[in-house]
């Protein structure tokens, strides 16, 4: 009798092992294996319970279960909590045992579930490879209060046959997803590339790649987050197939602090729903936390100390084993998004020095054709000037020689005036240097102050000075003074350019006029494209001030 006990044994081995190779699909293969071990080993009910790294478990195979069990979509194999799971969570269920008086079963005589079919005891069994704990197979037939020794091992052999065919499918699901999105990600790269190249603006780039995240991948939650100046910003959210730009949106403390560790450890990491809510639990917009299980963090590293950068995306996938070809994959999107970055930083730096040459170009032609023009008129009007005043009595074109040689002059000077401004030196001493040596050349005397040190980006600088340069004008035209203060006011949020004087004013009566409004409003929009205000102050008493606000919080420098 032994022997053939023993026979049999091997014939179940045998099947489970046949039947274990007959698919790649863990839920079709467990719902087959379970129904065979039954079959074979005189038992009619089993249920088997995947346990993640969390403690959370789910039935993910049953076979032949009591009515009382199955009430409600299987309710009592969903929630709750037994003694065999608490014992694999505490790590002191190591080998197969007898369960006596099954909580759950216990439970469906107790509030009246339904027919247990005298079902009261199963044995408990831990599913494992290796060292790697992975769930519980449970078995149980009617009126069977105990399992021998030698069923129980037979229990445990076919169970570690079950772990090990899981951690094969495992491997095999793993490298399945890392060949998909390796193949996703260079469908992304190639679309990326296009668009960057079409793209003009640095600013339009995390809209683009959430965007593209959303199509590309089958990931349902994707995120943005910028620090800048120790300030973390959501810049972009892809979720329930829609988009959110959200640049004003800042993150909360807690998701502050995970995004420094994340960066500080300069790779990926993985985050808990908890985490994740900390993180993005402020948002306005509607997010389904439902949908997802757990996410990852990946660090964008630019190359400004003072920056960087979060991406994160969630999934719905219940185990975390999959992350790595995930992680993979976000560290590659990551060096990606830096290139695309660089890319157009790039871009605009060739457009800005394509405007320069032009802007060169028209320099030297106005300078070689129109103000050459200029100056000769205004030497021939002085000669005919002089011709003319020798006569007598004075021709009666000697005033209008005059008059002809003062317009010239003060074409030649405004000719001068929009030279410099086409062609700005200096502007690389800083704005402030700049904005004096240009007053200078206007004739005036121009006192500069700063408040505040921090960097700016070039197309602020640019900005600021074209403004700077307009309010110089103004002064030198209208204000009747010959001296002006301009004061440049730096922090974390903005910078604010003041230029004053103390002239006759009269910038409200050319701002409300239709004429002569024309600076006024060329400053107002050089400031609104920035993002920022232009004020004008001006009295008859106490002269004019032209205040320009320009945020600098979400800027890159």
């Known amino acids: 009798m032994p022997e053939e006990a023993g026979m049999q044994d091997m014939v179940t081995l045998k099947t489970i092992a046949e039947t274990l190779n007959t698919s790649n699909d863990l839920s079709l293969m467990l719902d087959t294996v379970v129904g065979k071990l039954l079959e074979l080993t005189g038992l009619t009910a089993g249920w088997l319970f995947l346990i993640d790294e969390r403690g959370e478990y789910t039935c993910i195979s049953d076979y032949n279960l009591p009515p009382a069990l199955m009430r409600r979509d299987k309710e009592p194999m969903r929630v709750g909590t037994c003694w065999c799971v608490n014992r694999f969570r505490d790590g002191r269920l190591q080998h197969a045992v007898n369960i006596i008086n099954c909580k759950r079963l216990e439970d469906a005589v107790e509030f009246k579930w339904g027919d247990t079919q005298d079902i009261t005891h199963h044995a408990t069994v831990p599913l494992r490879s290796g060292e790697r704990m992975l769930g519980l197979l449970n078995v149980a037939a009617p009126g069977k209060e105990h399992f021998s020794d030698s069923e129980l091992a037979l229990l445990q052999a076919v169970a570690y046959q079950i772990g090990s065919a899981m951690e094969r499918m495992r ?311 010959t001296s002006a203060n301009i004061l440049l006011e730096l922090d974390e949020k903005e910078a604010k350019l003041t230029i004053s004087d103390q002239g006759k004013g009269g910038a409200k009566k050319r701002k409300s006029s239709n004429q002569n409004s024309l600076g006024l409003s060329i400053m107002r929009e050089r400031a609104h494209s920035l993002g920022g205000r232009l004020d004008v102050w001006s009295s008859s008493r106490k002269g004019t001030t032209v205040t320009a606000v320009i945020p600098l919080s979400l800027e890159s420098e």
């Open 171 to 481: 491997l095999y699901r793993a490298e399945q997803r890392r060949a998909d999105l390796y193949a996703r990600l260079g469908d992304f790269g190639a679309a990326l590339s296009l668009t960057v190249n079409e793209c003009t603006e640095t600013d339009a780039l995390p809209g683009t790649v959430i965007r593209m995240l959303g199509k590309y991948f089958d990931w349902p939650f994707a995120a943005l987050v910028q620090q800048t100046n120790g300030t973390c910003h959501i810049q972009a959210i892809y979720t329930n197939s829609q988009m959110w730009l959200d640049s004003v949106v800042a993150l909360s403390e807690e998701g502050r602090h995970l995004m420094n560790r994340i960066v500080d450890h300069h790779r990926s990491a993985v985050l808990s729903m908890e985490e994740l809510v900390e993180m993005f639990g402020q948002v306005k917009h509607e997010l389904n936390w439902d949908q997802l299980a757990w996410a990852i963090g990946v660090p964008i590293s630019f190359q400004a100390p003072s920056e960087a950068g979060l991406l994160v995306v969630g999934t719905g996938e219940k185990s975390p084993n999959l992350a790595k070809a995930d992680s993979e994959v976000l560290e590659a999107l990551a060096e990606h998004i830096i290139a695309a970055r660089e890319s157009l930083k790039l871009a605009d730096h060739r457009r800005e020095l394509a405007r320069l040459e032009e802007r060169n170009r028209l320099a030297r032609d106005l300078h070689d054709s129109v103000n050459q023009m200029l100056f000769s008129l205004s030497l021939t009007a002085r000669g005919v000037e002089s011709m003319l005043s020798d006569t007598e009595p004075l021709h009666p074109a000697v005033e209008a020689m005059q008059d002809i040689r003062a317009l010239s002059q003060e074409a030649l000077k405004e000719m001068r005036a929009l030279i410099m401004q086409l062609r700005p030196v200096g502007l690389e001493a800083g704005l402030l240097s700049a904005l004096q040596e240009y007053g200078t050349k206007q004739g005036l005397q121009v006192i500069v102050d700063r408040k505040g040190i921090r960097s700016i980006s070039r197309s602020v600088e640019e900005g600021l000075w074209r403004i700077g340069q307009e309010a110089i004008n103004n002064i030198r035209k209208h204000s009747g003074v």
